[in-house]
């Protein structure tokens, strides 16, 4: 019976996590003075972000738009697997994020890993 209830809260505590990552984060603003708020959340089994709004006179047109796609739960905060679209490049790149608290820093790489970006996200709720 310890087994079990153990095992449960093991498994407990692995959705609690990708839990924490879903809401509204703010990216870091553009050379263009615009930023957006993403919506992450579950799309199955992984996680993934859909553009909420552009502000600072973005292109409101990527509005609804999924920016991140495929992630997955690494545990600890880590996820990794999936994809992100950069929006000012309209590139798609390899990528990873990981949460620290209010802050989830999204990175991601093309060309095999010669070319990466990251930025840290500001949760707004």
Known sequence: MKKILAAALVLIA????????????????????SFLHVRVGP???????????????GDESITGKTIIWDMADQGSGAFGGGKIWAPDTDK???????????TLQVSGCI??????????????N
Request: hydrophobic share 30%; with cysteine.
């Open 43 to 57: 799309c199955g089994d992984k996680v993934c972000g859909v553009i909420d709004k552009v502000l600072g006179g």
């Open 92 to 102: 798609t790149y390899k990528s990873k994020m990981a949460l620290n608290g209010d």
């Open 111 to 124: 060309l095999g890993g010669a070319i990466c970006r990251s930025q840290n996200w500001s949760r707004v």
């Open 14 to 33: 692995g959705a609690a996590q990708a839990g924490d990552v879903y809401g509204v984060w703010q990216t870091e603003t553009s050379e263009k003075g």
